[in-house]
């Protein structure tokens, strides 16, 4: 692939991004602009917006390539994503827009009026900040890796910088801005090249993608395994291997591979014929269905306390907007998730070769040049390119700003501008510290944890916290501890490679399923063992959370 | 802020600190003052609002949530492929229109009920139901 291209587009949008944002520098001219962009941003702005920052890398990349490496039951990752949405406008949307909190530590203190509970909040809301971008700067390393063959450390590194430059400069009101050019920039990068992709699969003969798994090979191919791997097969699989497998040096001599694990160091080529079948590298669960639903709950509830979607209602001018902006940001997000799964299916016909090499996510970019072909195949990977790094830095801004918001105001000493902006690179430092040491998990599996986290821990707090007044802080704590902090402990195992195969792998890999009641049921349980710790402003904050403005607002005639 | 009341004498030493409160509808006191009849309006809105989200989850879990026992009956990946690609969206965006039109009607009921109390206008005292 044409590198130029490649390097020119990204540029623009790393240059865009900070233009955008230094603008809103102008505009952004009191503290309530930079956190909240001053609350009166439109619902079609904000809609853009919301979902230019949701969009994140899982999406952009993630899907297709778990697609083409596990077939079509991936797609519930971007069903989940919309569904979790569509969770949050039923149960949270409006009352938490008219809690009139900023963070979900500030939410936890107005409605339990409990200091601990703040901080227990505080510590949730970095944690799953700094879960979900590593991923993301993870996937920023891959993108140019695979376009430039740039080393892995500088995607993370470029991504972080411009996300310090662009969300310390400019806060809530130029991010706003910035990422609803970023949904359409994504919507488009996507778009144009599938219309040129599907009329190249139509050139082909249009040939029907292979739905059962895995994905066979159409022609003979070589791939080259750029970075040491281990293959867990469960046919054998015949190659022609030049380079070292399993210890042992090969020069290009037949080779069958038995079921079990084998390890190809880097470098080497593996020669495929047609219509081998390929196997994926990631290890398949044994409880399909038991993953699927852990997957549903985790994303369905998730959303909902992800720490970036919920600073996003707060720029709506009240409850109302918010809703209809959710009811927007729902077919914008629907929208673009119609794409990733073409991708998806095309892969599995053109570049099956990707799930052995362990690149899966790099399937949407490599698609462009391997159907196209020629200038415009560089053209085209060139705009893909572009959208996925918007995709890397709108999550990721939105996030650090989420997570610097709550180090300015739960840790950092005093409040304050110039706090925040020291508190955007220590935001964003961990996870990079984490991207460049942890080893790569598949993008949107590494999302998927952060949602079950959320899950067990921010669902319970907002719905019970919105909807009944039995609420005690001793018994959100211990749904937080409890719900949220063994979901953090199984994905943490799971990641570290502590848990045993089996049954016990897959409770712990998808701990949505188990860990959501545990929350639901601890918050109920020790609320209701401590009824004399209800807080006394309980009554007056179900009021605000519920009352429309136009009711609440002094002296305003009900509409 | 402009319905001040006229004809009180004050001397005026700077800011006033205050911002007295305005006449308001007598249901809208009731609800600020958090009285028990106050409390039973915001009740009786949250329990509809309540209704409805419930409501707009149960669909949600009905249809999208039995969907993975539906296909692994069918076990038919061309199946899965169309309606997780591309069917389930338009009933997502169509649960999300539903719930806001009735979240906003009762919204709507609400403010009618709270304006339409037969006391409107007469000074706020009298009937209280604590």
């Excluded at chain 1, 991004?17 to 001053?38: E, H, K, N, P, Q």
Aim: contains cysteine; glycine residues 10%; positive net charge.
């Amino acid at each position: 692939m044409s590198q130029t291209y490649a390097v020119v587009a990204v540029t623009a949008v790393v240059l865009a991004t900070v233009l955008v944002g230094g603008f809103g520098l102008r505009i952004s001219r009191t503290t309530s602009d930079f956190y909240v962009a001053s609350r009166t941003v439109g619902p079609g702005l904000n809609a853009a917006a919301i979902s230019g920052e949701y969009l994140s890398a899982a999406s952009f990349l993630g899907i297709a390539g778990l697609v083409l490496v596990q077939g079509p039951d991936m797609l519930w990752y971007p069903v989940g994503y919309t569904a979790g949405y569509l969770v949050l406008l039923l149960f949270v949307a409006a009352p938490l827009r008219r809690s009139g909190a900023y963070t979900l530590p500030d939410f936890a203190e107005a409605r339990l009026e409990s200091p601990g509970v703040r901080r227990l909040v505080s510590v949730f809301v970095v944690g799953a900040g700094w879960l979900y971008l590593v991923p993301q700067l993870q996937g920023a390393g891959l993108t140019l890796k695979i376009l430039t063959g740039a080393p892995d450390w500088l995607g993370p590194v470029l991504v972080a910088a411009v996300v310090v430059v662009a969300v310390a400069a400019g806060g809530m009101r130029s991010i706003t801005f910035v990422q609803a050019f970023q949904y359409w920039l994504k919507l488009t990068a996507l778009l144009v090249p599938v219309l040129f992709l599907v009329l190249a699969w139509r050139g082909d003969g249009a040939p029907r993608p292979v739905y059962d798994e895995p994905a066979a090979l159409r022609h003979q191919q070589t791939v080259r395994v750029a970075d040491t791997l281990t293959l867990r097969l469960t046919d054998p699989l015949s190659v022609r291997a030049t380079g070292t497998v399993d210890g042992r040096p090969r020069h290009g001599e037949a080779l069958t591979l038995v079921p079990g694990e084998h390890r190809v160091e880097a470098g080497t080529r593996l020669a495929l014929d047609a219509a081998t079948r390929v196997p994926g590298t990631a290890a398949r669960t044994e409880h399909p269905l038991y993953a699927t639903y852990g997957l549903i709950v985790a994303t369905f509830l998730g959303t909902m306390g992800l720490p970036h979607v919920v600073v996003r209602f707060y720029t709506s001018p009240g409850g109302r907007e918010a809703r209809r902006a959710t009811v927007v940001v729902l077919a914008l997000i629907g929208a673009f998730y119609l794409l990733p799964p073409v991708y998806g299916a095309l892969g599995r016909l053109y570049a099956p070769e990707l799930a052995l090499t362990g690149d899966a996510d790099a399937a949407v970019l490599l698609l462009p040049e391997r159907l196209v072909g020629g200038a415009g195949g560089d053209l085209l990977g060139a705009l893909v390119a572009g959208g996925a790094f918007a995709a890397f830095l709108s999550t990721a801004s939105g996030l650090t700003m989420a997570v610097a918001g709550v180090l300015t105001q739960d840790v950092l000493p005093s409040r304050g501008i110039r706090h925040f902006r020291l508190a955007t690179p220590i935001a964003i430092s961990v996870p990079l510290l984490g991207a460049l040491l942890v080893s790569q998990v598949p993008v949107a599996d590494a999302v998927g944890m952060a949602f079950a986290v959320s899950a067990s821990s921010f669902c319970p707090l907002l719905v019970l916290g919105i909807w009944w007044r039995g609420l005690t802080p001793p018994g959100a704590a211990a749904g937080l501890l409890l719900g949220g902090g063994s979901a953090l402990l199984a994905v943490a195992a799971t990641v570290l490679g502590l848990a045993p195969p089996g049954l016990a792998h897959a409770l712990l890999a998808w701990p949505a399923v188990w860990s959501v009641p545990v929350g639901f049921l601890a918050m109920i349980g020790v609320s209701l063992a401590t009824p004399g710790r209800v807080p006394a402003g309980t009554n007056a904050a179900m009021t605000r959370f519920h009352l429309p403005e136009a009711l609440a607002r002094a002296g305003g005639a009900p509409r | 802020m402009s319905a001040e009341q006229a004809a009180r004498r004050e001397r005026v030493t700077g800011e006033p600190r205050r911002v007295r409160p305005l006449p308001r509808h007598r249901a809208q006191s009731e609800i600020d003052e958090q009285t028990a009849l106050g409390g039973a309006y915001v009740r009786s809105l949250m329990r509809g609002q309540f209704r409805a989200a419930v409501t707009g989850f149960v669909v949600l879990a009905l249809t999208v949530g039995t969907l993975p026992l539906a296909f692994r009956a069918l076990d038919d990946d061309a199946v899965t492929w169309c309606v997780l690609g591309f069917a389930v969206y338009g009933p997502l965006a169509l649960i999300a229109w539903w719930y806001v039109r009735t979240a906003e009607r009762n919204e709507r009921d609400f403010a009618r009920l709270v304006a339409d109390r037969p006391t409107d206008g007469r000074p706020t005292q009298g009937r209280r139901a604590e």
